[in-house]
């Protein structure tokens, strides 16, 4: 099982980080295990739960499904990147303010798809809400204010 | 009262634990990491029910890399768990009984290490007759899976004279329902991180529903005294009653002993479908009548449970399910008997709901059927049949007085969704009129999802004749605590912490229920205090205080007794304080914000009570959860009610059911958290949706075909209806002092047989098995074809009819 390992140097979350990884392991294990950052979850095995998506150059991603080294010299953001100089970003408020959240293990995964459902679409209708966000399972909420959480969010950031 | 953001006013609070949450900052239990940690995984049977013949680990031993191998001989103590029985092997020693069986686990410096050293272990395995359902369990040629034979559990409650009063009945239904092994899948897999300390001592971070249960379990398997165990049970990333029971927790345990180092486990989703809870599949045949007026006379019940390869709680389950059948309904004659079987089979065990939901999605359905025999409005029949406020509970045991299955039928009978279950009998026939119209001149278009934006009837949207709609309601009541005979103890702690903070510790667990904003509202209520004076401690052996588990819709009710039990002595106690330092007598004192306050001034802080010393200032109490004084096992004393009204859409060329709207009355006392309270009702909801019409882990020959998230569905944000609503009755009875009850399970339970009426209502199918199977409900297209089809009943295809 000896593999040769590569160097890789990501920006994550404004921060350029240099590793040496297999080239086998997942971006998301790259977060979690090399650099620490674990508020990116893993909650199945096959890409159908969505909470480990973060955002590579600046568009959502399921980390299960990218290699690390896909992600050489290219930028991540993760839940942890967020909010900027202490201040929550929009769609964090959202969910924390219409309790968007129960246990929370779904929250990061479903924050950053919603971040890219924004990006894409800022003033999205309901129907437009439930089919962005149809990647990530919530077994807690019901998704109820899931919806609510986006739309507040989406209100906010358009000022 | 409607429960929203209006009506809750001041008490909408958002979460304490919030701002960790959508920040990442929170470390769940399987986030975390240890210097030197070592990865820990389990090796489980390929088969479903073998003979081991030998177990070879030498050429896995010496791996590089590995640092552990363990297999049963390596087990100090016990070698088996079990909440109830403790009857799973931790590591089979000779056989196997499930594919989740354990047989070795490994500790090595790497996942790949150890997963390697997975592939290196030899067992040589012969295999044996499979065991498959609960009727080949039965059957008198089965082998025995457990020396006690076939048989878990067995139930029987009877009164008056069911077969007499059969006789006397003007209508009798007889169905069997069946219900779905339905997978919790709470996001976060099972995992954590274990810890040996220098001192022998063991430090498990690993998430449960009742951290001093796993302390029991895992002592009595390593032969530890429990005091040198510490169990970090919270926070936890759901469970919904699937990790009350021990998971990975031994394979950890002892590896982390065995090495000495730190070991860390976390599940696949893979190796969670394989090794974890389910719900138990049941078979539940009933046969109920009812004289000429449309009154309950007679209800006899057989319940057959899968209850898997080993007990667990599959014991209390089926008890549940006993008592649940017989409902928030008046029956004279009433014969109920249940059986819970072993098979080689995934093991079943708690699940949010205890067995609440698979009776009461038959026994509803028992309630529509008769109800339309009779040509009796479905709601009506329940009014004349609903149990009064001093009646008796299930099992004919005494029970804290209650008029909530009144109340809930009333919200429910004034609800706008269920007007359109009449409005729609009515409108049928304009339907029908335009539906074909819309065929014959070919502009019938399909599923087209209609505005369902809440008013008028739904048949003015309608678009194609094969689409369709339907409302239906269900009644539930459900028991809190884990009834009479259980061993239900609670308990919590409250002081005065060193830096001056209200300090309450409980052995409970936040798994996303809002437990943290109850008890700061509670604390609050109680002692007019700030949010900033409040501290919290959950979850946590060495220093919250045994308070029993966190299931059963039992905590909030729980953790409110204790506090209301605690709150004069440390009132009292602050103030005596409070009172020596200011010279003021404790008569005029009173706790509030930031300290001690005689009148409109605060005379005293927290902090400089603390500075003088907190000796004097802990209170502990210890007592048992409310119990029905009538020595009937598993009777419950307190209990919940929810109606739900749903009405859905269903698409009969693609046999696709689409929930429109919900709305649920609930009745469980005094609302202390809106906004956790409405949490679970639609958290409930959600779950009780892919029960009724996705959710199946599916076995074939005792090997799970359902794998993992691609083929087990679980309800998208695209599958929950738009409109939910919440309605909350806080009315208890004037001498009730046992003050807001759990509702963390009520609301997963009515949906599925309210959805099964609305069904019933749009095509002319009844359900009787869930989740409902499209191929149930689709029609060939020439259905709708003929110029005269007949619209109001569509002839049944699936021969379903009750
Ligand atoms: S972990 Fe489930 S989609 Fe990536
Ligand atoms: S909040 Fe628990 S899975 Fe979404």
Known sequence: MTTTKTVVTLKVNGVERTAEVEPRLLLVHFLRDVLGLTGTHVGCDTSQCGACTVLLDGRGVKSCTVLAVQADGHEVTTVEGLARDGELHPIQEGFWEKHGLQCGFCTPGAMMTAVELLRQNPNPTDEEIREGLEGVICRCTGYENIVRAVKYAAERMRG | MKLDRESAGARWIVRPDGCDKVTGKLNFLTDLSFPGMVYGTILRSPYPHARIKAIRTDAAARLPGVVAVITHRDVPGVNRFGIMYPDQPVLCEDRVRFVGDAVAAVAAESEEAAGEALRLIEVEYEELPVIDSPEAALAPEAPRLHPGGNVLHRTHYERGNVEGAFRRCAVIVEETYETPRQMHAYMETEGGLFVPGPDGKLAVYAPTQHGYMDRMQLARILAMPETDIRVVSSPIGGSFGGKDELNIQPYGALLALCCGRPVKIHQSRWE???????????????KTGVDADGRLLAHRVRILADTGAYATLGAPVLQFATEHAVGPYRIPHVDVEGWAVYTNNGVSGEFRGFGGNQVVFALEGQMDRLAEALGMDAWEFRRINLRGMDDPGPLGQRVAPTDGARHVWETIRRSSLWERRSGRTTDRRAETRLHQRDVSSGSGHVDVRPDNGGSGPAAASFSSPWVRRGVGAAMVMHGCGLGFGIPDPAGGRIGLSAQGNIQ?????????????????????DLFACDPGDIEIILGDTDRAPHSGSSTASRTTSMVWQALHRLQPHFSRAVCERASTMSGIPVSHL????????????????YREIAEKGTEGLQFETQFHFPVTPDAIMGGHYLYTFAGVVTEVEVNLLTGQVTVLGVEHAVAAGPVVNPMGYLGQIEGGNGMALGFALMEDAVMDGSRYVTTNLDTYLIPTIRDVPERIEVYAIEDLPPNDNYGPRGVGEVGSVGLAPAIAAAVRQATGTWINRLPISREQLMRPISTFLHENAPMVSVPDVGKEEG
Do not use: D, N, T, Y
Request: aromatic share 6%; hydrophobic share 45%.
């Open chain 2, 590 to 605: 009173r706790l509030g914000p930031g300290g001690v306050w005689a009148g409109p001034e605060r005379v005293v802080r």
């Open chain 2, 504 to 524: 309450v510790a409980f052995g409970h667990e936040e798994f996303g229920q809002g437990l943290l904003a109850s008890l700061q509202l509670m604390i609050q």
């Open chain 2, 272 to 286: 969670s479908v394989r090794a974890g809870l389910k719900r138990h599949p049941m078979k539940i045949a009933m």
